[in-house]
């Protein structure tokens, strides 16, 4: 299927856009549910977007239906400035009233990654009631995405085994030498390609070789880079600034 590409001048209005497709679909959902669900993308990009959420849709998000997970965490403290939910949290959590029980971290207290994303994934299995609802993986309404320059995104990297992980919804993977943080947990594929909705929000002139490769749809691409493996069945929506998409 090919995605949706929205392409808005500069972080701030692309961060804009984001922000009132995020909220449409949250009022779509808890109409329909009853509930909100949305997987958080980590990295610096989505910093401007939480912040809009927490300030311009401060009073129009249905906070208080609405559960907040991660795509993944680096495997630090939830205080360190490598972490994924500090960011969120700084950004937009502790701006908000969001009932405590409804805010999902990744268990990075836990001994191990491995026990982080076991536990992580019980958690999903129990939320999403897989074992009675019929279904096999969780079905987010929303899950969010940044895209590395090396075509990563949440933390499935390149040429990673787990890209082909047909069981495990959430995974211990280990970034390259590059990263700061090597010790990381994700989702995996499986999981993001069954979400409702799935937003990449990708933003600078760094990424607009890869991204355009992946939007141009290559075959290659498809098996060079994870976030062209993102293809869920239903919407996919890549927001990207003038620079990301090549327009500078
Ligand atoms: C992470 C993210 C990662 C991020 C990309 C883009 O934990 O780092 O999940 O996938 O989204 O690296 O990061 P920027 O948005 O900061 O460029």
Redesign the pocket.
Known sequence: MKPEIRICPEIDSLSRAAAKAVFEIATAAVLQSGRFTLAL??????RHLYGMLASEYRDKMPWHSTHLFW????NVSKTSPES?FKMAHDSMISKLSIPPQNIHPIPTELESPESAAQTYEEHLRDFFQLENGGLKYPKFDLVL?????DG?????FPGDPILNEKEKQVAAVNASSK?KTQE?I?LTLRVINSAENVFF????G??KEVAKTILDGSEDSREKYPAAMVQPKDALVWFLDAEAAGEH
Do not use: C, M
């Open positions: 993308a980590g990295g610096n990009t989505p795509s993944d965490e680096r994924n995405l940044g895209l590395g320059e990563h995104t949440a933390s499935l990263y990381r994700t929000i990708v933003s600078g760094k990424k």
